[in-house]
């Protein structure tokens, strides 16, 4: 079996990218008796820009998604490999949540102050950047509105800059976006100001194929681990304290947050 792996979730910057495909090539070393007794190759790859349609492929060994397409999309098609622990403001062990942001030009000084305000937010599948905001907003709105106007910006760092040129006024990001982002690219959080968070989920998590056996996603944890203890220096660039088991349970939360914002009447962030 001809294998393929990407990591396309935190490349914030050029460096960031080269980082995550280094932790694959030490991933990769660590599988290489695994995928030699099998007669297996294994290659790292751009996922392209349809992620929905790359994580559905029956030849991805690793990637990592967003919680949010996994309980949707992907739900019951793919397998969790487990999730990454990070060192970032707003993590817990094997958990995040989103930063409420603000520009400098924005008075609001808390969630509820910004009604009327113009909000940004990445995508529509994303859980940081819609799911968590949405949750967040829900018990402020009136009759399923509570801002301005909302834009969809394709992208965390597209917020951000929106934010920054004063296209937008407020968004939510993603904690461990924000903290690369302030290390990687100052010029997009430089007056940014922080006006709350919101509740927490399970980290991305690290899939696999249905199409893995269980051996395989064993061995897969226990080669992401071992490549982090291996290279703390590049554990320590990506902001990796280790990895964490996960199950789909785990991020049973995430559709929690979607029903009661629904049952609150607000739908769709407005």
Not at 165 to 185: G, K, L
């Amino acid at each position: 079996m001809h294998w393929i792996a990407a990591l396309p979730m935190y490349n914030v910057a050029p460096e960031l990218a080269a980082d995550w495909r280094t932790l694959l090539a030490r991933v990769r070393e660590d599988l290489a008796p695994w995928l030699d007794a099998r007669g297996d190759t294994l290659d790292i790859v751009d996922p392209g820009p349809d992620l929905t349609a790359f994580w559905l492929r029956d030849d991805v060994l690793l990637s990592q998604t967003c919680g949010y397409p996994l309980v949707k999309a992907l739900a019951g098609r793919v397998q969790i490999v487990g999730a990454p622990d990070f060192d970032a403001p707003g993590c817990e062990p094997g958990a995040y949540r989103s930063v409420i942001v603000a520009g400098a030009h924005v008075d609001a000084r808390s969630i509820e102050d910004c009604r009327n305000l113009r909000a940004a937010y990445n995508d529509d599948d994303s859980n940081s950047g819609m799911n968590l905001f949405r949750h967040a907003v829900a018990p402020f709105a009136r009759d399923g509105r509570f801002f301005a106007s909302v834009t969809k910006t394709g992208a965390h760092l597209a917020s951000l800059a929106a934010i920054s040129e004063s296209h937008a006024d407020i968004a939510a990001i993603d904690c461990v976006t924000f903290a690369f982002a302030r290390s990687h690219e100052p010029a997009l959080t430089d007056g940014i100001r922080i006006l709350g968070t919101t509740a927490s989920a399970s980290a991305l998590p690290f899939i696999a194929s249905m199409r893995v056996p269980q051996t395989g996603i064993d061995i897969l944890f226990d080669a992401l681990a071992a490549a982090l203890v291996r290279d703390p220096a590049l554990a320590a660039r990506l902001r990796l304290k280790g990895v964490v088991r996960r199950t789909q349970a785990d991020y049973a939360p995430i559709l929690d947050y979607e029903r009661d914002a629904i049952a609150r009447g607000y739908p769709r962030l407005a």
